[in-house]
């Protein structure tokens, strides 16, 4: 079992930046490929980024891509989504989560293992 928490959600204007922190416990944190998806009322949650195990490849959404970035640190088994220049459509419930098995299917929820509870982001215009 992996354990995910988020945090760093809350509210922001538009145009402003926020930083996404997920902690992992459980097991080995390199061992997994991490990704970021979102989740905003009456819609389906959507791919938002990934990362590899080592951290030497990474996916964006093209919604995000050149504003969002993600990272990770395998020493402190956390991954990071740093979001600049937010519109109030980015506005939504953000999941941090972790596959073993992504291989090329990191856009797609059902290739990902294990879910943290989510943190809410708000953008107001």
């Known amino acids: 079992q992996v354990q995910l928490v988020e945090s760093g959600g809350g509210l922001v204007q538009a145009g402003g930046s926020l930083r996404l922190s997920c902690a992992a416990s459980?097991?080995?944190?390199?061992?997994?490929?991490m990704g970021w998806f979102r989740q905003a009322p009456g819609k389906e949650r959507e791919f938002v980024a990934a990362?590899?195990?080592?951290?030497?490849?990474?996916y964006y959404a093209d919604s995000v891509k050149g504003r969002f970035t993600i990272s990770r640190d395998n020493a402190k088994n956390t991954v990071y989504l740093q979001m600049n220049a937010l519109k109030p459509e980015d506005t939504a419930v953000y999941y941090c989560?972790?596959?073993?098995?992504?291989?090329?299917?990191?856009?797609?929820?059902?290739?990902?293992?294990?879910w943290g509870q989510g943190t809410q982001v708000t953008v107001s215009s």
């Open positions: 459980g097991r080995t944190f390199s061992n997994y490929v």
């Open positions: 989560t972790a596959g073993a098995y992504v291989s090329n299917r990191f856009g797609r929820a059902g290739s990902y293992d294990y």
């Open positions: 990362i590899s195990r080592i951290g030497g490849v990474t």
